[in-house]
């Protein structure tokens, strides 16, 4: 699990730095991002999943939701720590959908890394 939300970690901070970028040197506002950075989030759980099932090869739904999981908490984390404010329904409701993208990558993983030494 630690391979796939290093995965995690690594996607969503090259992409924001992209973002920050385009921010800073660029017209576009934050707002004009939001859903392209959501789909990217999901994206990244996505493959953070697919690595995660990858590496265990075996129970990628378990995998991928416990690498689901870590991420909300390290973001949960982050927000209460370093911002005294927990989630909104809102935020649950994301990172929900954020730990079921994990899962599917987690699945897909293990079928994928299982099919390709069958082979």
């Known amino acids: 699990m630690v391979y796939g939300l290093v995965t995690i970690l690594g996607i969503i901070l090259s992409v924001s730095f992209i973002i920050s970028l385009l921010l800073r040197f660029t017209?576009?506002?934050?707002?004009?991002?939001?859903?392209?950075?959501?789909?990217?989030?999901?994206?990244a759980?996505?493959?953070?999943?697919?690595?995660?099932?990858?590496?265990?090869?075996q129970k990628g739904w378990m995998v991928g939701a416990g690498t689901g999981l870590l991420y909300s908490l390290l973001v949960f984390l982050v927000q209460y720590l370093g911002y005294n404010a927990t989630f909104t329904m809102e935020q649950y409701l994301f990172h929900g959908g954020f730990i079921l993208a994990a899962i599917i990558g987690g699945i897909f993983g293990v079928n994928v890394v299982r099919n390709s030494r069958m082979v």
């Not at 859903?35 to 994206?43: D, G, K, S």
């Open 27 to 43: 017209a576009l506002t934050e707002t004009s991002f939001s859903w392209v950075i959501m789909i990217l989030t999901f994206l």
């Open 45 to 57: 759980l996505l493959v953070g999943g697919f690595v995660s099932g990858g590496k265990s090869k």
